[in-house]
């Protein structure tokens, strides 16, 4: 017996039950499911198309599912396919035709995407509170190392000397945005479908914007088949979600680069990582290398929903049920991948002095003294020229920028004197760079003093 077999003359076969049905997954929408149908119970008694009676009843035994599925004494069932009849049937069995109402004015195909809706306006809140614990850490780690000084990269060499804080707040910028995309995208999920039916709406004298305010969306969708067609939500989140995920992918690779002998610039707590069951000596940096991995799967959770929705015609299609596994397989990954980081960045060590000395490489320097040259009304790409002079001399002849005489530098650049030579400080570098936006000290406080606010945070 389904919901659905008046105008069947046989059982559904096993294999095909099987292999159509969503509950071993879609159940995880539970909550929402029921929240969605006491909001329409209510409605429907409120217009008088059921007694309050029998929403009455429905209701509470809504509530004592709800407690069964939270106990874990419910018995889900794969003949009755999905999260919606499972729910259904059993409020039939124990209300008989009283449970039989609640499907009133309403399909699966509007349910289901009201359920979702739901569901991910609450995990969208969730996402964001993990995504600002991890945006604390950073701005906590960049405060408590404001004076550290590293070389910024570009092409992956060293370009100039920035402030450590600086490049780790670049990251925050990154989450930020995320976090404001997936708000943004919040908005436009936060329309009530119920009420569009299976595809054109019901006869039924019913009141959609009740159940709008009851479940607190904005407002009801426009268009029926629009409504129960739409997976545009879930592609926007996980569009967002999947440019979250690149960031991860980068800051893991900055990570990884960082603590690799190479570099040596931090190190990672060892309750952060794993070593190798063969040589004794390793420390991997297995939580960033997973992140950068899981990556790739985000992206395709992206393009199974790409892929599943472009040949559909509206507007419901069972295709469609497809939706859910790479919606949830993003979401446990992306929470995943939030919890871990947040307090593995707070925990680094920072090897300060290994960071500075790399930092401070005349060579990095040579744009200031460009720069100086450029104050003295030489045009800027007539001192790039004669700065570039200068750095080839100092190759052939094997020595640093700082280790030219004066008299040296000043038969290949006349206008050079003696200020020059103190030029090539990555400090005084860092801190010449004092415009918004630039990695002075002065300006990287101003940007910890934003996320503060920003962040509502003590730090
Ligand atoms: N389990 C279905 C899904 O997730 C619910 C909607 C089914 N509608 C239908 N007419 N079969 O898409």
């Not at 992918?249 to 070593?275: A, H, K, M, N, P």
């Not at 995943?336 to 790399?358: F, G, T």
């Amino acid at each position: 017996m389904t919901l659905w077999d008046g105008r069947f003359n046989q059982k559904t076969d096993d294999l095909v039950a099987k292999f159509s049905e969503s509950i071993s997954f879609d159940k995880r929408l539970y909550a929402h499911d029921i929240s969605g149908s006491i909001a329409h119970v209510t409605m429907l008694a409120e217009c008088g198309i059921i007694t309050d009676n029998d929403a009455g009843s429905i209701i509470k035994e809504l509530t004592n599912i709800q407690s069964e599925i939270e106990a874990g004494s419910f018995q889900f069932d794969e003949q009755y396919e999905d999260i919606h009849m499972n729910i259904e049937n059993a409020l039939i069995n124990r209300l008989g035709d009283t449970g039989a109402k609640i499907h009133t004015a309403r399909s699966r195909n509007d349910q289901i995407a009201t359920d979702t809706r739901l569901y991910l306006r609450d995990e969208i809140d969730q996402i964001n509170n993990l995504l600002n614990q991890l945006k604390l850490s950073i701005v906590d780690v960049a405060a408590k190392h404001l004076h550290v000084i590293m070389p910024g990269f570009t092409h992956l060499q060293h370009a100039q000397p920035v402030l450590f804080a600086h490049h780790l707040l670049a990251y925050t910028e990154m989450f930020h945005r995320d976090g404001c995309r997936l708000n943004d995208c919040r908005k436009r999920i936060n329309k009530l479908p119920l009420g569009s039916g299976a595809l054109a709406g019901t006869s039924l004298l019913i009141n959609r914007d009740m159940v709008a305010d009851l479940l607190k969306f904005d407002g009801v969708t426009r268009n029926s088949m629009d409504a129960v067609s739409d997976r545009d939500y879930f592609i926007e989140f996980l569009s967002t979600l999947s440019i979250f995920m690149m960031h991860m992918s980068r800051l893991s690779e900055d990570v990884i680069y960082w603590v690799s002998q190479e570099c040596s610039f931090i190190e990672l707590s060892d309750t952060f990582c794993t070593g190798s069951s063969l040589m004794p000596q390793k420390k991997n940096p297995d939580v960033a290398e997973l992140t950068r991995g899981k990556t790739g799967r985000v992206y395709g959770d992206l393009f199974s929903l790409l892929t599943m929705m472009k040949g559909l015609p509206l507007c419901y299609n069972r295709d469609m049920q497809e939706d859910k596994e790479p919606l949830f397989d993003a979401i446990d990954t992306v929470k995943l991948i939030l919890s871990v980081y947040a307090p593995m960045i707070r925990n680094i060590k920072v090897n300060e002095s290994i960071m500075k000395n790399a930092a401070s490489d005349p060579d990095l320097m040579a744009t200031d003294l460009a720069e100086w040259l450029v104050n003295r009304n030489i045009p800027f790409r007539t001192a790039h020229k004669k700065v570039g002079t200068l750095v080839g001399y100092c190759q052939e002849n094997g020595i640093t920028l700082d280790q030219v005489s004066l008299d040296q530098i000043k038969e290949l650049i006349p206008e050079c004197n003696e200020e020059c030579l103190l030029l090539f400080d990555p400090e005084k570098s860092i801190n010449s760079r004092n415009i918004t936006g630039g990695t002075s000290g002065e300006q990287v406080k101003k940007q910890i003093e934003f996320w503060k606010t920003e962040l509502n945070a003590d730090i």
